[in-house]
């Protein structure tokens, strides 16, 4: 059985609780997002922390700081935001007063990634905010291409912002997909982020997931009592995946370079929905679990030999 996320609870304290089992406090932190001036962070990540704050699931003191190469001030990336969360909210209208409140919360560190100086003026930055949980607990969002993953890391280390877990507050590192271009970078990619950080503070997140559709194909096959005995090879002729978007390669033009069209759509997002649809149903609908099903079904795929790709492959 699935269980709905419950609405958040304010303790006397102020701090803000989860309602669903094990309840945990969220705590005050700061979130650093790396390529803030991409579309991911337009599209996606602001509009997901908006929608937090307005169903009052965000800690009560939060600061989101957004580290791109362009020059912008805090006032000219929040108006920027606004446009954008006009156009992606999935509320609309967007709730004038809620948002004044979360725009305050935002602010915009110029610099460049290979750039040690930049990672001091965050640094600083981060200092001036007061609060020690603010500099203390810190979540960076790798809204980067996977190359630059390892430079981050490296950088924010030696700044002083990343430590081992329990050293001082913690970090959490999250990185997007496509992680690496073949096993050996994945490998590599791997090395670097354990290098200065714990493999419990990494998070390989593949934000197609998220997606309702795809999170509803759980309760779909696994809690509907038509379908789960249906759902077998012997009474499946076979299955087709479409995933179609509106969307061309607009202003990522620099990432599709680098990761190519199918590394972006086919070997996680269409691959993780493969799993879904036709992995085993896991003991709980734990993470852990879950991951373990899809890994038996990716196990159990046919790998396709390089004579066989032309013709089975059409690429447009």
């Given at each position: 059985?699935?269980?709905?996320?419950?609405?958040?609870?304010?303790?006397?304290?102020?701090?803000?609780?989860?309602?669903?089992?094990?309840?945990?406090?969220?705590?005050?932190?700061?979130?650093?997002?790396?390529?803030?001036?991409?579309?991911?962070?337009?599209?996606?990540?602001?509009?997901?922390?908006?929608?937090?704050?307005?169903?009052?699931?965000?800690?009560?003191?939060?600061?989101i700081i957004?580290?791109?190469?362009?020059?912008?001030?805090?006032?000219?990336?929040?108006?920027?935001?606004?446009?954008?969360?006009?156009?992606?909210?999935?509320?609309?209208?967007?709730?004038?007063?809620?948002?004044?409140?979360?725009?305050?919360?935002?602010?915009?560190?110029?610099?460049?990634?290979t750039d040690?100086?930049?990672?001091?003026?965050?640094?600083?930055?981060?200092?001036?905010?007061?609060?020690?949980?603010?500099?203390?607990?810190?979540?960076?969002?790798?809204?980067?291409?996977?190359?630059?993953?390892?430079?981050?890391?490296?950088?924010?280390?030696?700044?002083?912002?990343?430590?081992?877990?329990?050293?001082?507050?913690?970090?959490?590192?999250?990185?997007?997909?496509?992680?690496?271009?073949?096993?050996?970078?994945?490998?590599?990619?791997?090395?670097?982020?354990?290098r200065y950080?714990?493999?419990?503070?990494?998070?390989?997140?593949?934000?197609?997931?998220?997606?309702?559709?795809?999170?509803?194909?759980?309760?779909?096959?696994?809690?509907?009592?038509?379908?789960?005995?249906?759902?077998?090879?012997?009474?499946?002729?076979?299955?087709?995946?479409?995933?179609?978007?509106?969307?061309?390669?607009?202003?990522?033009?620099?990432?599709?370079?680098?990761?190519?069209?199918?590394?972006?759509?086919?070997?996680?997002?269409?691959?993780?929905?493969?799993?879904?649809?036709?992995?085993?149903?896991?003991?709980?609908?734990?993470?852990?679990?879950?991951?373990?099903?899809?890994?038996?079904?990716?196990?159990?795929?046919?790998?396709?030999?390089?004579?066989?790709?032309?013709?089975?492959?059409?690429?447009?």
């Open positions: 059985m699935v269980w709905p996320v419950k609405q958040s609870a304010q303790a006397d304290e102020g701090t803000t609780y989860r309602l669903s089992e094990p309840r945990k406090a969220v705590d005050p932190c700061s979130i650093v997002i790396f390529g803030a001036s991409g579309d991911l962070t337009a599209r996606k990540l602001i509009p997901a922390f908006y929608h937090l704050h307005l169903e009052k699931q965000m800690p009560p003191d939060f600061r957004g580290f791109a190469r362009r020059e912008k001030t805090d006032a000219s990336w929040r108006d920027e935001l606004r446009q954008d969360l006009e156009q992606f909210s999935r509320t609309k209208p967007v709730d004038e007063k809620v948002w004044q409140d979360f725009s305050q919360h935002i602010f915009y560190c110029q610099g460049d990634i040690a100086a930049a990672y001091e003026k965050l640094e600083k930055q981060l200092t001036s905010f007061g609060s020690e949980p603010l500099r203390r607990n810190i979540l960076f969002y790798l809204a980067t291409m996977p190359s630059q993953f390892g430079e981050v890391i490296e950088q924010v280390h030696h700044a002083g912002l990343l430590h081992k877990e329990g050293e001082n507050g913690w970090q959490r590192i999250v990185v997007e997909k496509p992680f690496g271009h073949d096993l050996a970078s994945a490998h590599q990619l791997n090395r670097e982020l354990t950080a714990q493999e419990r503070q990494v998070f390989r997140i593949d934000h197609y997931l998220g997606k309702e559709t795809v999170q509803n194909i759980l309760m779909f096959r696994f809690s509907n009592s038509i379908f789960e005995r249906l759902w077998n090879r012997d009474l499946i002729d076979h299955m087709q995946i479409t995933v179609s978007e509106k969307l061309g390669v607009g202003q990522r033009g620099g990432y599709y370079e680098e990761a190519g069209a199918l590394r972006d759509m086919v070997q996680n997002h269409m691959l993780q929905v493969l799993s879904l649809v036709a992995m085993e149903p896991p003991v709980s609908l734990d993470a852990e679990p879950i991951r373990d099903e899809k890994v038996k079904l990716l196990k159990s795929v046919r790998p396709m030999a390089a004579d066989d790709v032309a013709g089975q492959v059409v690429r447009g």
